[in-house]
């Protein structure tokens, strides 16, 4: 499975970014998907998952009200809309998805439980 992540950019603080994970290989269908961000200096962090059916989603409590993930199975596509960023979420973006299948509520927060990566896409935001 390869995933390939894109959208990132310099952004203004206040201002919105929309990010994109591709999945090739293999379907997103059945899989959850994940974002997680690493600042420099910083530990990778969760930001977000959608459960394999997009009917449950998580966030990580500093983008919660802010972010928005979503799937889109038959482009086997995954977006993070960004809004209202702060210079506190400038850091690399990474979208991620476990070997595990599940068609239920499965939505890992953990890195661990993640298994195929993208390279991730910085996303700059100037204050």
């Known amino acids: 499975v390869q995933l390939q992540a894109s959208g990132g950019g310099l952004v203004q603080a206040g201002g919105s970014l929309r990010l994109s994970c591709a999945a090739s290989g293999r379907a997103f269908n059945g899989y959850p998907v994940g974002w997680f961000r690493q600042a420099p200096g910083k530990e990778r962090e969760f930001v977000a998952v959608?459960?394999?059916?997009?009917?449950?989603?998580y966030y990580a409590d500093s983008v919660k009200g802010r972010f928005t993930i979503s799937r889109d199975n038959a482009k086997n596509t995954v977006h993070l809309q960004m809004n209202s960023v702060y210079a506190e979420d400038t850091a690399v973006y990474y979208c991620?998805?476990?070997?595990?299948?599940?068609?239920?509520?499965?939505?890992?927060?953990?890195?661990?439980?993640?298994?195929?990566w993208g390279q991730g896409t910085l996303v700059t935001v100037s204050s």
């Open positions: 959608i459960t394999s059916s997009g009917r449950n989603t």
């Open positions: 991620a998805t476990p070997n595990k299948y599940s068609t239920g509520w499965y939505a890992p927060r953990s890195r661990s439980e993640y298994y195929y």
